[in-house]
């Protein structure tokens, strides 16, 4: 599985897999590219496929494939990479991909 990178502020932000069997949803930050803070958990969120990850209107954007079964795209905010809202749905879509553009987001 492939990890998530984005810039947010100043900081890299990586969000990615445990790769310990659990399948948490982890992040971690970075001020230059060496040394980072220790793994933040999604706090619930767990998936066996790669999360996405972009920022958006001075917001941390996260999407994953639920690991219920179902594989339902869901989606998470941030504000400063540590607390995460409640995820929410993306009816009909079950693969993560993020683009911003011209002011929009887009999940696909």
Known sequence: MSPAL???????????????GSDDLLVTTSTN???STADTKV???????????TVFDGELV??????????????????NGASWTT???VTGQTSPWLTVSTGHRTLR
Do not use: C, I, R, W
């Open 6 to 20: 984005a810039v947010f502020g100043n900081e890299l932000v990586l969000a990615y897999v445990s790769n310990s």
């Open 33 to 35: 590219g060496v040394n």
């Open 43 to 53: 706090t619930g969120q767990t998936t066996s496929l790669s999360p996405a990850l």
């Open 62 to 79: 996260l999407a994953y494939a639920a690991n219920n079964g179902s594989h339902d795209l869901q989606v998470t905010t941030s504000t």
């Open 87 to 89: 995820s929410t749905q």
